[in-house]
């Protein structure tokens, strides 16, 4: 490897590689993690457009069943209030027992609400979380790696279990039981307690780097990160960077002179275009609906509420606030000053 001297007056930090025989090596190394970190940015914006699309249809489903339970149980209650009216007793009771009806309806009606559901998840997480980091802070650093440990392995091991169960299920339909095809939410729910494993990383962490071979990693990472084939490795990746960003600026302004953001942009205008046609058939199905003598007054109903809580706020931006308003639930001394301020109370 041959490398460029620094002066009298540069640092080691400062100093700039040439070319050398290692380049071999370290240019294409340098190329896959340059391509896989764009890739995984590129899935990761995909993913969020995708959502901000979804999430609004999602929204709808997750509150219908619950505004659903709300129009049942306001029948419920009108059909019991007219039920008392029939039965023998003083005017006085009767009146106390419709009385009792409405409050007690008008008190879980208010628990069958999207924003109660919100709540109601929110001070669930918190309490595992708390219970979590609690718990993680009295171990030792032997058992916090351990426990860490585990929880990787849990990841993959989840994955293949409910995988498993899927397949045999599916390849063996026709010979199990029916009933045993009521194991597929079994198996979601195992893939999907990787989630609940999550907390125990940053729990369990401030203990566990305690441990000497953490510190060992610690020591042995700033060695290499010292070493000057590592420098020189950094500083290839920031030239490709560089040379990544004026090969997109060339692009962006190679598509400006054929024309490729005029085209975009009718493209953008068609989807929109569609979108008013589906929304436009769709308002006369709805209507249409609300016209007969059975559904109607129903739909009616659907249209004035859905029609009054509609969200136009896209998932991206209730994302970085739900995170802005949970982040700090994700530290050990979040969970600390709560129990010193639960203590002093």
């Known amino acids: ?7 009298p007056s540069s640092s080691p930090d400062q100093r700039r590689f040439g070319a050398g025989l290692d ?15 764009r890739v995984v940015q590129k899935l990761v914006l995909l993913l969020i457009t995708i959502f901000d699309y979804a999430f609004p249809i999602l929204l709808q489903l997750v509150r219908f069943p619950l505004f659903t339970a709300r129009i049942l149980g306001d029948a419920i ?3 019991l209030t007219a039920v008392v009216r029939f039965i023998p007793m003083p005017a006085a009771r009767r009146e ?14 208010q628990k069958f609400s999207y924003k109660a559901f919100e709540e109601a998840i929110h001070h669930a997480f918190e309490g595992g979380m708390a219970w979590v980091f609690r718990n993680c802070r009295a171990l030792t650093p032997t058992t916090a790696l351990l426990v860490i440990l585990g929880a990787m392995l849990w990841l993959p091991i989840s994955f293949g279990i409910a995988t498993a169960i899927h397949a045999i299920l599916l390849a063996e339909a026709t010979s199990l039981p029916a009933w045993m095809q009521l194991l597929h939410p079994v198996a979601t729910l195992i893939a999907k307690s990787k989630l609940l494993v999550l907390p125990v990383y940053p729990a369990a962490w401030p203990q566990a780097k305690k441990h000497p071979a953490v510190q060992a990693l610690f020591g042995f990472y700033t060695y290499m990160a010292g070493l000057a084939v590592m420098r020189k490795v950094g500083q290839r990746y920031d030239e490709t960077a560089r040379a990544g960003s004026e090969i997109a600026g ?40 609300a016209r007969l003598p059975m559904i109607g007054a129903l739909v009616r109903r659907y249209v004035k509420h859905y029609g009054e809580t509609q969200e136009s706020e896209k998932l991206s931006v209730r994302t970085r606030a739900l ?6 639930n994700f530290t050990a001394e979040y969970y600390e000053a709560k129990d010193r301020d639960a203590q002093r109370a």
């Open 1 to 7: 490897m041959s490398d460029q001297h620094p002066g």
């Open 250 to 289: 060339i692009c962006a302004r190679a598509a400006d002179r054929i024309g490729w953001p005029d085209l975009v942009e009718q493209l953008r205008l068609a989807a929109a275009e569609a979108r008013r046609e589906i929304r436009f058939a769709l308002r006369q199905t709805i209507a249409a609906s």
């Open 23 to 37: 380049d071999l090596i370290i240019w294409p190394l340098v190329l896959i993690a340059f391509a896989t970190r």
């Open 96 to 109: 106390e027992w419709r009385a009792f009806i409405r409050q007690s309806w008008a008190w879980l009606r």
């Open 77 to 79: 209650v009108a059909l």
């Open 323 to 328: 995170f802005a308003r949970w982040s700090t």
